[in-house]
């Protein structure tokens, strides 16, 4: 293929070329083994190699201190809406959870939640999912069982660039759309999730790392593949794992650690996000982007054009203009509308700047 498409959806989403290559040339023939990581039995040794393999990457990537469980999972970010109840919300006798709600995926992860315990919405409820809310009106409940937020708002584009303050109670985080984006304190939190289909691999697997204190707590409803303890204690092969999504995980994690870890990531990925952002901040309002600038997301930008709900004739004209680039998947979620720019970590400088250079030209045309 001469020239590849650039793709700059929100997920599943654009994966290192060099990783594609990688399992495109070990497809037929993992290792000299003759078969497909595919067809490899979960429990051969060579699998439990690239299993351990993306762990032991994961672990020194994000710096896990000794005392987390890393898991392979499955039921994507959704399924951990529900194991994250069902298995921290009996820490404490009150059964009651704190929840931060920036945008759709928190407000679903909150609404699965009330099925299994009292769900205490942190702060008053917001019209729209443009801002986190100022930390004077948050009243977090000394007595809650663990204080759960969304990194990343990967449909609102709303981003923490703080770890918010709990007061000892344990914090839970859905990192799905951020992970490995910037580096992260992981001693800070009970508990991190994050879906690979973003920044770390294809659909089917969702990385989970939890404090060791909290296994063992869950609730005798939990399913059994959803119990953390039983997971850690299998080493995520309590049932078949889905192989082939953790061995794409190990490439793209070797891929980080090669271009320099996540703090070498996080220059690129503010260099991105800049070069997107500024264009929309010097363009007299032709391109709106509805988030306060203190949260806005380096990974996900969402923007209207024309004005503030956007022109819908200016915005598919830009969609096709785009696609006739070759840049896809820059259309707005449906519940928003508009444009939006998923620049994950795969996302190279060249690419954003080839949105960039298309939104200036863009810009000068129908402003
Ligand atoms: N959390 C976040 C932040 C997401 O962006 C998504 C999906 O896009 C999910 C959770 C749900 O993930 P899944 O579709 O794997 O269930």
């Known amino acids: 293929m001469d020239k590849r498409t650039v793709n700059f959806g929100a997920g599943p989403s654009k994966l290192p070329q060099a990783v594609l290559l990688e399992a495109q ?68 006798e009150d059964r009651c959870a704190d929840y931060l709600v920036t945008g759709t995926w928190s407000a679903k992860a909150a609404k699965e939640a009330e099925k299994y ?66 580096p992260v304190d992981v001693s800070k939190f009970g508990l991190i999730f994050a879906g690979a289909q973003k920044n770390m691999g294809c659909a089917g697997v969702t990385v989970v790392i939890v404090r060791e204190d909290l296994l063992g707590k869950a609730l005798k409803e939990c399913p059994v593949v959803l119990d953390y303890e039983v997971q850690a204690e299998n080493n995520s092969l ?27 990531i996080e220059k690129l990925n503010k260099e991105k996000s800049s070069m997107i952002y500024d264009i929309i901040n010097g363009s007299s309002g032709f391109y709106v982007c509805p988030v306060d600038t203190k949260c806005r997301s380096r990974m996900n930008v969402p923007f209207h054009i024309g004005k503030k709900d956007g022109d819908d004739a200016l915005e598919k004209l830009f969609l096709d203009g785009a696609s006739k ?28 700047r080839m949105l960039a250079d298309f939104m200036m030209e863009f810009l000068k045309e129908h402003q």
């Open 325 to 352: 680039r070759g840049m896809i998947s820059l259309k707005g979620h449906r519940s928003v509308g508009g444009i939006r720019a998923s620049l994950y970590n795969a996302v190279t400088i060249e690419d954003t």
């Open 238 to 264: 309590y049932n078949t794992p889905p192989c082939f999504s953790i061995y794409i995980l190990g490439l793209v994690l070797e891929w980080v650690q090669n271009i320099g870890g996540a703090a070498a």
């Open 117 to 182: 315990g009292k769900v205490n919405i942190v702060h008053p409820k917001q019209d729209s999912y443009t801002k986190i809310p100022d930390l004077s009106s948050w009243t977090l409940n000394p007595s809650a069982s663990y204080v759960y937020y969304c990194c990343n708002e990967t449909v609102h584009g709303v981003e923490f660039n703080f770890i918010p303050e709990t007061k000892g109670v344990v914090l839970v985080s859905d990192m799905s759309s951020n992970i490995l984006s910037r």
């Open 25 to 92: 040339k070990e497809l037929l023939d993992y290792n000299g083994l003759g078969i497909s990581v595919m067809e490899m039995s979960h429990r051969s040794s060579d699998f439990m190699k690239i299993l351990n393999r993306a762990q032991s990457l994961l672990r020194k990537l994000l710096d896990i201190p000794e005392n987390y469980k890393v898991m392979f999972m499955q039921g994507g970010g959704s399924g951990q809406f529900s194991a994250v109840p069902l298995n921290l919300i009996g820490l404490k």
